[in-house]
C-alpha cells in the first residue's frame, strides 16, 4: 500500500543575511559627503557564514536564483562607505570601501559585473560580495571606490547598466582578466532545488513511481533512501529546478497534489 506523507518544509531566513542593512546614500544639504544610512550589520561574534538560501528583508522574499554572462540590467546604483568599513558583508568578508565590490539582491556573490553610469558614459567592474540595496528603486550597492570611478560619489544614486562579465574563484578577491573570466563558467546557479512527489515504505512503490514520471517537464526523477520515525522511507524526487520560484512554479501547476520543494 502507497504511502504518502506530507511534510511541512520550514524555509529558514538566510542566517546572517536575514538582518542585512538597509544602506543607501543620500546627500545632505549641509554635509553632501556624509552617508545618511542604517546599520544591522552583525557583530564578528554574532556572525554565523550565510546560506544562499531565500530571505526576507523588511517583509519582501527575495530569491537568489540564475544568472548568465552577458545578461544586462537596467536600474540605479547608490552606494555606502565609511559607516560600514571594517564591518562583515554578507560571504563572511570584510568590507572594503576602498576595493571594487558590491552589493546585490540576488546575483551569486563573486559575479563580476560591469557598472556603466548611463549619465555620463564611465563604467567600473565589481566583484559582488555583499547582499542590498534594500531599497525598491535601486539594483546595486558600490563600494566608495566603485561609486567614484562612475562620478556618482556628491549626487549619491545614478542611473546604470549592469553586464555580467563572469564569475570569480571562490575565496579569490581580485578581479581577473576577461580572459580568464571568459574561460570560466557562463552560467551560475544559487542553489538546487528539488520537489519530493511521493514516499513509499517499500522500494517496488518507489521505483515504480520513479519511472513513471521520470522527465516530467523535463525533470528528473530520483529515490532517497532516508529514515522516517526509526522506519526505512523511499522518498521520489523531481530534481532539476535551478531556483525556489521555479519549483513553486511547478507545484502550483497541480501535477503532483501533495508535492513539496526540498533542497537537493
Aim: charged fraction near 25%.
Amino acid at each position: 500500500m502507497i504511502k504518502i506523507f506530507v511534510i511541512a518544509l520550514v524555509l529558514l531566513l538566510l542566517s546572517g543575511c536575514s538582518t542585512r542593512r538597509s544602506s543607501y546614500y543620500v546627500p545632505s544639504t549641509q554635509a553632501a559627503s556624509q552617508p545618511a544610512v542604517t546599520s544591522t550589520t552583525p557583530s564578528k561574534k554574532n556572525y554565523k557564514h550565510p546560506t544562499m538560501r531565500p530571505y526576507t528583508i523588511h517583509g519582501k522574499r527575495y530569491y537568489p536564483t540564475v544568472v548568465r554572462v552577458g545578461e544586462t540590467f537596467d536600474g540605479r546604483a547608490s552606494w555606502y562607505g565609511p559607516k560600514f568599513h571594517g564591518k562583515l558583508t554578507s560571504n563572511g568578508e570584510t568590507y572594503n570601501m576602498y576595493a571594487s565590490t558590491a552589493a546585490h539582491k540576488t546575483l551569486p556573490m563573486n559575479t563580476i559585473v560591469r557598472v556603466t553610469n548611463v549619465e555620463n558614459g564611465t563604467s567600473t567592474v565589481v566583484r559582488i560580495n555583499d547582499r542590498g540595496p534594500f531599497v525598491k528603486s535601486r539594483i546595486i550597492d558600490l563600494s566608495k571606490k566603485a561609486a567614484k570611478e562612475i562620478n556618482m560619489l556628491a549626487k549619491g544614486t545614478a542611473k546604470v547598466r549592469l553586464d555580467i562579465l563572469g564569475f570569480q574563484e571562490k575565496g579569490k578577491k581580485a578581479i581577473g582578466d576577461l580572459k580568464t573570466l571568459s574561460a570560466g563558467p557562463k552560467e551560475q546557479v544559487i542553489g538546487s532545488y528539488a520537489v519530493q512527489i511521493a514516499s513509499f515504505a517499500r522500494i517496488e512503490g518507489a521505483v515504480a513511481t520513479q519511472e513513471k514520471y521520470d522527465k516530467t517537464e523535463g525533470y528528473r526523477t530520483i529515490i532517497k533512501d532516508t529514515e522516517y520515525n526509526d522506519k526505512r522511507l523511499f522518498r521520489v524526487w523531481l530534481t532539476g529546478f535551478k531556483s525556489e520560484n521555479e519549483a513553486r512554479d511547478f507545484i502550483a501547476a497541480g501535477h503532483f497534489e501533495y508535492a513539496f520543494i526540498v533542497r537537493d
